[in-house]
């Protein structure tokens, strides 16, 4: 695990301006963001054409754009990494909805097709979607989601990273499936 005052600085002197600091953060945050992207890698179909590593790449250069990010603390960051995650296989699955209508269709063989149905691809969005009118309400509920569903950490793990008491996650873990599931309805099998 990274040192946490040197990632700390390192963030603060990238929120300030200082684009050095990004350079420096990459390798102490990068077993961790493997981990992450593992997490909601495992959640994709086997035959997905983003890997581990073009995931965390794709992420982080999303994060590289913010032109003065604040992050509260490592935390923050983590949560933010795992969220940009969540948005490239987001886009990645609106794409493939949008190849499903018929835009850029392309001939292909049919063992060359990969396994992302429409009905899987319209599950993600509508969970998108319910997440995002979840942070709107309490966005430490959405942040539990995100760390605990798509970056597949533990109770402990998402409690050491928020500072909070490990029952804490558990009481919002379990309030959010529950008002997840009563949004989706039928609308997605992912929330267990």
Not at 162 to 185: D, Q, S, Y
Request: aromatic share 6%; glycine share 6%; charged share 30%.
């Amino acid at each position: 695990m990274e040192d946490f005052g040197e990632l700390t600085g390192l963030l603060a002197a990238w929120g300030d301006g200082d684009p050095a600091a990004l350079d420096d953060i990459l390798p102490l945050v990068f077993e961790e963001l493997r981990k992450i992207a593992k997490a909601h890698m495992r959640k994709e179909s086997p035959s997905h054409t983003l890997q581990t590593t073009g995931l965390i790449n794709e992420a982080y250069l999303k994060l590289a754009a913010q032109r003065h990010p604040e992050f509260k603390n490592r935390g923050h960051f983590f949560a933010i990494a795992s969220k940009m995650m969540r948005r490239v296989l987001l886009d990645h699955a609106k794409g493939k909805l949008r190849d499903k209508r018929g835009g850029g269709a392309v001939h292909v063989e049919l063992e060359d097709i990969h396994v992302l149905t429409k009905e899987r691809s319209e599950e993600i969005l509508a969970l998108d979607e319910a997440l995002d009118r979840l942070s709107a309400v309490d966005p430490m509920k959405c942040t539990i989601v995100e760390m605990r569903h798509f970056g597949g950490m533990t109770v402990e793990e998402t409690a050491k990273v928020l500072n909070v008491a490990p029952i804490t996650v558990m009481r919002h873990w379990n309030f959010a499936k529950a008002w997840l599931r009563r949004e989706l309805g039928n609308k997605c099998s992912e929330i267990d």
